[in-house]
């Protein structure tokens, strides 16, 4: 983890706020991929 | 002796360092090291997946569901209540299991009920907008449901994420026919968790714009989820409340009819 965050380019600012975007992407694109995934556990129960 | 101690010294340091070499690795470890690693990270996104379903989906459902409630009793106030003379519709015999209405429209005179001379009349609401809250429904039984559940208009995914869902295609709550409304059995909220525990005689009441409009259950059946005659008109004025069966699964459905027995529009319904 140490040695991805130290190859982000740019100086410590720039690598920081680079992690913080791709952590907060990484998330959201979770939440989507769960989202749909949940859609096999629970449909919301309508029918046709 | 001594200058032989030193000389040894001196040649020990001079020595080019070796570092001690790693043993490599078969091929077999790295498969199993990759087969390792692949497994610690499923297991944590299946992990990570529940505790989104079961957990944090039901947080800002709830949440969502409080402001959605508050909502409902402003939509009450602010909708315009009117009457309108009553003709009924539907007046086929409810089917059996796996059976089909024909949905063709009124069957009866239309005209309202009571002959020209003594029309009776029903309380109506305006038809919400998609997303809409616009009802409450509580059933005393269902500990989760027993402080009520707003209910939204539409039976989209993203109106089911925050209450229960109101078919746009079947008659308000408390009016007549056959009312259908959808809910999340597991996730989002999961107000209809534990609906199988409803058994005939049981209440539900809806409270709208109209008033509140009290169902009492008459029946449950499991059904497949593309078996649309559950939502289709019936005589009378019913409540259809459609959910997942089995929990964990949408692999069929749970319906639960409930009739009126109680209402604004009872009397002109079934007097």
Redo the contacts between chains.
């Keep these: 983890m140490k040695r991805a965050f130290l190859s982000l380019p740019g100086p410590m600012v720039v690598k920081v706020i680079l992690a913080i975007i791709i952590v907060v992407v990484a998330l959201i694109a979770?939440?989507y991929i769960?989202d749909w995934?949940?859609?096999?556990?629970?449909?919301?129960?309508?029918?046709? | 002796m001594g200058n032989l101690a030193v000389m040894s010294d001196t040649v020990q340091r001079d020595l080019p360092r070796t570092r001690t070499p790693t043993p490599k690795r078969s091929v077999f470890t790295r498969i199993v090291r990759v087969i390792g690693w692949t497994s610690i990270g499923l297991g944590l996104f299946l992990l990570?997946?529940l505790f989104?379903?079961l957990f944090v989906?039901t947080f800002f459902a709830q949440r969502a569901n409080v402001a959605l409630e508050a909502e409902a009793v402003e939509y009450f106030e602010e909708t315009e209540v009117s009457q309108v003379p009553y003709v009924p519709t539907g007046v086929q015999e409810a089917p059996a299991e796996g059976g089909s209405i024909d949905s063709s429209g009124p069957t009866g005179p239309d005209q309202p009920v009571g002959g020209p001379d003594e029309p009776k009349f029903i309380f109506i609401e305006g038809q919400p907008d998609r997303g809409q809250a616009f009802a409450i429904l509580t059933i005393p039984k269902i500990d989760r449901l027993s402080d009520g559940w707003a209910i939204v208009e539409g039976?989209a995914?993203s109106q089911?994420k925050t209450g229960a869902?109101h078919?746009p295609t079947t008659p308000l709550p408390g009016q007549p026919g056959n009312s259908?409304i959808?809910?999340?059995?597991?996730?989002?909220g999961?107000p209809?968790h534990n609906l199988e525990i409803l058994v005939a005689g049981d209440t539900i009441e809806v409270e709208t714009a109209l008033g509140v409009s009290i169902y009492e259950v008459r029946e449950t059946v499991i059904?497949r989820?593309?078996?649309?005659w559950?939502?289709q008109d019936r005589p009378g004025a019913w409540l259809t409340l459609?959910?997942?069966h089995p929990k964990?699964?949408?692999r069929q459905?749970?319906?639960v009819f409930a009739e009126m027995v109680s209402g604004p529009n009872y009397e002109t319904i079934y007097g």
């Design positions: 979770l939440n769960y995934m949940g859609n096999f556990l629970d449909s919301g129960g309508n029918i046709g | 990570g997946f989104h379903q989906t039976v995914r089911l869902g078919y259908a959808a809910g999340h059995r597991t996730t989002y999961a209809f059904v989820p593309t078996e649309i559950v939502t459609t959910t997942c964990l699964s949408s459905r749970l319906v």
